[in-house]
């Protein structure tokens, strides 16, 4: 299950740059698992006590993992994977 | 009801329009509800008069206030009508990369601006504001963010015109920003008719608007509880600009660019339905109107020069 994750700007420092890298898994947390073997660190950033950190939002195919199933959300192959800090508008 | 005793009073009632041309099938119809038809043209108008109207009625905010309030721009104009009306000075603080209509606008109505820097969008107008409250004690923030007052404007109002016109309605969509909109119209839905799906629509900032802040700083308003949302979906630039041209060679809606994210949230949650076999009546918010995002090119240049003058724009 290859799927393609794009990286925020802040979290580029742990993909040599790579603006999107590849990962392997059929849920969120296996995608994780994967990209930290490859690119030590980012795992700590992005997940907390096993749940995602609170100002990280994470989309699969552009929709937000919190309401498809948090890290255990599924992924299939070409899936694409997008991490985003909160933002907020007004 | 088309008379009112002022400006002020006529905010709200906005009209629901189908979008025959948009909607997939007889049975999943979308239905936009054009906010822009309030006094200053955008939903804010709502938000801003429930918040300067509960902090009148609970004494923080007294003749002679000056107000001070972070925002990318429309709760801004919105405020700055009010606060002329009622008699109060206000100093916005936004985002120096926010549309140079915005303001120019604000400066019509009499509003001061502070500028925060462009890379921190409308995080970092929050934390400057709050800087500046600090110093100047005196002076009222009403805070858009954690103000229960914004989404109390959408619990009674929004919400209420919504089942009110449409009351098959199975789906409302809008933008997340302030997330008062959603919250509000969530919490009435929630007690009004519960099987009312909330959608919320994200637009996916350009990079550069996020780039040099710590994502352990990233912001969620207080309102937000995500309790009152069904699903989140994140757009980008490009199927936001595709989405608000589309808006409006094919139902003459002339929509700003956030409308654009909530109009391919609609759409992908309309493709659901008709996929699953199921009805749906689909309501979407539009958020403002295109007139102050016409200097971004966003309606006239070739759809990749409009992506990337967007990428780094603030949009809500």
């Known amino acids: ?90 | 009801m088309t008379r009112f005793a002022s400006l002020i009073d006529s905010v709200g009632h906005t009209p629901l329009v189908g979008l025959p041309n948009l909607s997939p099938s007889a049975k999943v119809r979308l239905w936009a509800k054009l906010e822009d038809r309030n006094p200053t043209g955008s939903i804010k108008d709502r938000a801003a008069l429930g918040m300067i109207r509960a902090a009148e009625a609970d004494g923080t905010l007294r003749p002679g206030c000056t107000i001070l309030e972070p925002t990318s721009g429309n709760t801004g104009i919105s405020l700055a009508m009010a606060a002329k009306l009622a008699g109060y000075r206000l100093i916005c603080v936004m985002p120096e990369n926010t549309s140079v209509e915005r303001k120019q606008i604000l400066a019509m109505w009499g509003a001061e601006i502070v500028s925060s820097p462009a890379a921190g969008g409308s995080n970092e107008a929050v934390t400057v504001a709050k800087k500046l409250i600090a110093e100047h004690p005196d002076w009222v923030m009403l805070y858009q963010y954690g103000n229960r007052a914004n989404a109390d404007a959408h619990y009674e109002t929004t919400g209420p015109e919504i089942l009110a016109d449409l009351p098959e309605v199975t789906h409302v969509v809008a933008g997340l920003g302030t997330t008062g909109t959603l919250m509000g119209i969530g919490r009435f839905m929630a007690e009004h008719k519960p099987e009312v799906k909330i959608i919320a629509a994200e637009p996916r900032y350009g990079e550069l608007v996020y780039g040099l802040r710590n994502i352990d700083e990233g912001f969620v308003p207080e309102l937000y509880d995500a309790s009152y949302v069904s699903s989140r979906f994140s757009v980008g630039s490009r199927d936001a600009v595709r989405r608000v041209r589309e808006l409006l060679e094919r139902e003459g809606i002339f929509a700003g660019l956030s409308t654009g994210a909530i109009v391919h949230a609609a759409l992908g949650q309309a493709a659901k339905a008709v996929k699953a076999g199921e009805s749906a009546d689909i309501v979407i918010i539009i958020a403002d109107g295109g007139w102050k995002y016409l200097s971004t090119g966003a309606y006239d240049t070739d759809i990749d020069t409009a992506e990337e003058f967007l990428d780094g724009q603030v949009w809500a």
Request: glycine fraction near 12%; charged fraction near 25%.
């Open chain 1, 1 to 90: 299950m290859a799927v393609e994750v794009r990286i925020p700007t802040i979290l580029r420092t742990f993909t040599g740059g790579e603006k999107a890298v590849k990962g392997q898994g059929s849920t969120l947390h296996q995608v994780i698992d994967d990209l930290e073997t490859r690119h030590p660190g980012i795992r700590e950033r992005l997940v907390e006590s096993d749940n995602l950190r609170r100002f990280v939002n994470v989309y699969v195919n552009d929709e937000d993992v919190r309401f498809t199933g948090g890290l255990g959300s599924p992924t299939a192959d070409g899936d694409v994977v997008v991490v985003l800090p909160a933002v907020a508008g007004g």
